[in-house]
């Protein structure tokens, strides 16, 4: 009897422990735990060592509310009125209960600086997601150089069957296929930074009223069809030198001077395919030559006669610096307009030199002026972001899942209430460009309940918006030789510091001769950027054209049934 | 026997106390020389192997042979002889100017009186941050409402378009370096620890004032005027800051220099195997440069 109860005990000592074997290789092999469990069932020294996915985030995109990560920072907001920040930290903290095994950790640095993103994806230590255009130190237009240089993350199989894809195909297609894919694999999102409405000019209303400048609808401003024989009239107007004032001020080859060049170029009939100054080779042996056309030539003598015959433009080589000087001296009352993108955002807010003013009150928006035929280009900035290419599969998707958090999820809503809180709370005056920029053109869908809660007219002037509708979703865009395969992004990328020269030529000296300045930028661009040959660019350049003709036809029938336009087609792009 | 003993054991004592020295010598030389290895020659190591690569950030590095050197060949390239010629008119320029005129002025400063030198020696020791004084003038040089041509205007001169003028633009950067030029302190320094004595002798020799400086003064200095001059010409060669501030390489590559070139190759377009062959070609060019210096020009001239 003993020996049998012996027998039981010890059998049912094996079993017992090893059931609680099974058990605990159970509970390790479980991938992870659910957000109850992890809430519930670990102390909080475990949870600490549970988090083993580490997602490096800097501020953006839209994630800058827990920059001030230190705990006492953090409570001085709660007492400054700033529920902004709190907001932030507790979507972080909503994000990191729904995924236990991820931690979000906010990196102190700038995001939108270059030099931070490239030293920290040398070290090991950048931010998981940052603007591609920022990282490959291109501007926005040429974002695609840095899925080009490799730096920045595949997330095909991440978009494959995400939600929002559709939508972005919908309402981005053109811009996102250009900037963010390359042979059917995606690298890139677009930015939940308001989308830029694009390029155009700012003005100043004053000016404008002294001047008696009016719209047909007695607005002190140009209408909003304005052509380049107008701008050049107005600014010639706007000119006076016994006030030192002049009409325009230009930087001749920072950011903002060159998109301005492929726009009065367009204006004039030049189409855009690389760059305004570049066309199909005659010589076969590369795919593109650089060179002008006659009508580029009339868009540069355009420019030049503005600055040294009606002496109505202000620039030089002193206004090449990123801080802008050229804007600053529009606002400061040297200049009457000035040419610039994020002309929302920037300016929704208060005047540069006068906080007490608002700066709606003094500057104006105007789109590019219209050119022969009523052509006017559409530069609209699609600000993508990318990830680290470094990461691996987990964290990029764990990088991946707080992005969509930030930009589509629960903390957009969370953002966006926010908004509408303080608004309440503190009235109108709170809202500044960025924020309501987001509910002009944010890029993801913004629930409705959100959207009717902010009337943006509310905040932003008749014609801020009116203005950026016609430029960000009324103008039609021509179609890019990037969705034909027909450009080396890196090289083309670096035509720009080329083009520079044959601006600052014309800003720089009232001899100037524009066809030997262009001859000589054409060595430059010939031997250093534009030698190399496309696969099949023959077939590539006909089935780009064709496409070119098509636009021109459907939006600028005008222009397409010209003389000019069939001969420079003929002459210039259609050499095969 | 005792002498030969006391002699070895005083050989023994020396040969200690220098290996002692010796040892002593390399313990305190230790640290510099390890912060030197490290920051100094190890980069230009690698930089030699970075210059035969496509260097990646993250991707893995290739190895690219002579790639990056043929790129920047004038016939590849119409940049490499652009900033080159750029750099060498600057290099000219700069030490015409801003190395003989302050020599000039230091020696034509000694005949003042004491207080004066003293005065004109705090002057010039004056710091003045570089980048805040580059900027002063290029506002002082701008062509609608700057200094420089308000003046001409109250004078009733022409205006110039200075920085935005490539036949001057080059002469403006120059500029500068000349008014902040602080090796005048120097020359003042060293002039000061010339014997009155000889300029006294040569006086009752009958010798002139230009024989003086000919014959005393300037074979004084001349190791100190040798040890600047290979400064200046490394310093001018090297240029960037004035350029970079001044005109951002302009107007239309007139002031684009070559350490321009390597940044704008670096950090502008991410190309840093180019960049680092260019840099290898400017040190050698460097180098040639102050060897010829030091045959042609030595600090001593009874060596």
Known sequence: MKSKLLKMLTISLALSLILGLMGSFAFAAKKELTPYEFRHQLTDEEKVKYKTIIVRWCGYPHDNWTVKETIEKFQQTLHNGDPWIGMGWYSKTLFELAHPKVKVEQVAGNVWNSQFILTGLAGGTAPACYPMHKVAKTNVGNARMALEKGLVADITDLVKDWKYTPWLKEHWGPEWERTCWKDGRCYGLPGTYPIVPGWGFEYRRDWFKEAGLFNKKGEPAPIDDWTWSEFKEIAKKLTDPKKKRWGFSLAPGAIDGIPLYPALMFGFGVPQALRPLVMPSKEGKYTWEYGATPQAIEALKFLKDMMWKDKSVLSGVEYTSLAMPHSKEMLGGRAGMVWTGNQVGNNVGNFTFDPKKSNPKFIGVAPIPRGKGNLRLRIVDFCPFGFDPTLDKEHLKASFDYYEWVAAGKGAELRFMDNIDEVKIMGPQYMGGWDIGCYMYWAYPIPEYYRSQIKVSDYVPDDYIRVTTTIAYETPGEPKSQQYGLINCEKEGLLVDVDRGVLQAIVCNPDVDIQAEVKKAADKGNKMYLNYKIKNDKEKLQKFYAAVDDFYKEYYPDWYNSTEYKEMMEKYYKVW | ?303
């Open chain 2, 1 to 303: 026997m005792a002498i030969k003993k006391i002699a070895k054991v005083s050989h023994n004592k020396e040969e200690k106390g220098l290996r002692f020295t010796r040892r002593m010598a390399w313990i305190f030389g230790a640290p510099s020389i390890v912060a030197q290895s490290i920051f100094g020659w190890f980069p230009i190591l690698v930089a030699f192997v970075v210059a035969f690569q496509k260097f990646h950030i993250v991707k893995p590095c290739t190895y690219t042979g002579w790639d990056n050197f043929a790129f920047l060949l004038p016939s590849n390239n119409p940049l490499t002889t652009l900033v080159f010629r750029n750099t060498l008119y600057y290099a000219a320029l700069s030490l015409a100017l801003t190395f003989l005129i302050p020599i000039l002025i230091a020696i034509l400063l000694m005949e003042m009186k004491k207080s004066v030198i003293r005065v004109m020696m705090i002057l010039w020791f004056i710091p003045v941050a570089s980048m805040a004084g580059i900027i002063i003038w290029k506002y002082f040089y701008n062509t609608q409402y700057g200094l420089f041509n308000g003046i001409l205007v109250s004078l009733g001169l022409p205006t110039l378009r200075w920085l935005n003028d490539s036949r001057i633009v080059m002469l403006c950067l120059v500029l500068p370096g000349l008014i902040m030029y602080g090796p005048g302190l120097i020359y003042i320094a060293t002039l000061q620890s010339i014997p009155d004595e000889l300029y006294e002798a040569a006086e009752l020799e009958g010798v002139s004032f230009w024989q003086k400086i000919w014959h005393i003064t300037l074979p004084r200095i001349r190791p100190i005027m040798a040890m600047m001059l290979i400064l200046a010409i490394i310093g001018s060669l090297q240029i960037f800051e004035q350029p970079f501030v001044m005109t951002t390489g302009g107007p239309n590559y007139a002031t684009y220099t070559v350490v321009y070139y390597i940044f704008d190759l670096a950090f502008q377009n991410l190309l840093y195997g180019k960049a680092t062959a260019l840099a290898i070609i400017l040190f050698f060019v460097i180098m040639a440069l102050v060897v010829i210096q030091r045959k042609y020009f030595r600090e001593n001239i009874d060596v």
